[in-house]
Nanobody, 123 residues
Framework: QVQLVESGGGLVQPGGSLRLSCAAS????????MMWVRQAPGKGPEWVSF????????RYADSVKGRFTISRDNAKNTLYLQMNSLKPEDTALYYC????????????????WGQGTQVTVSS
């Protein structure tokens, strides 16, 4: 049974930082691209970042470039998202998802996802 469990969200002030984690189980983690998706109230989901199987290649949405960093530890079956210089517009439910390639990840095509962790950026 594929499971993806996010953690690390919370309430932070603008300019603050958070590190999200996604613990994966039930599949061979190292064989899949992984991504972070977020959904803000009243808006549809948008991809934030994704990473290839080995972690050598990454992509970021324009809105988070230079501020967020995606990484993975295949030995620990864990995906991370380091978020710096947070802005109120980053407020959303963040979830991780399993995808297949740069094209499918970028097209918001994934087959499994977690329940998400809430990130709220407010003063």
């Amino acid at each position: 049974q594929v499971q993806l469990v996010e953690s690390g969200g919370g309430l932070v002030q603008p300019g603050g930082s958070l590190r999200l984690s996604c613990a994966a189980s039930g599949f061979t983690f190292s064989m899949y691209y992984m991504m972070w998706v977020r959904q803000a109230p009243g808006k549809g989901p948008e991809w934030v970042s994704f990473i290839n199987t080995g972690g050598e290649s990454t992509r970021y949405a324009d809105s988070v470039k230079g501020r967020f960093t995606i990484s993975r530890d295949n030995a620990k079956n864990t995906l991370y998202l380091q978020m710096n210089s947070l802005k109120p517009e980053d407020t959303a439910l963040y979830y991780c998802a399993r995808c297949f390639s740069f094209d499918t990840c970028g097209g918001l095509t994934y087959d499994y996802w977690g329940q998400g962790t809430q990130v709220t950026v407010s003063s």
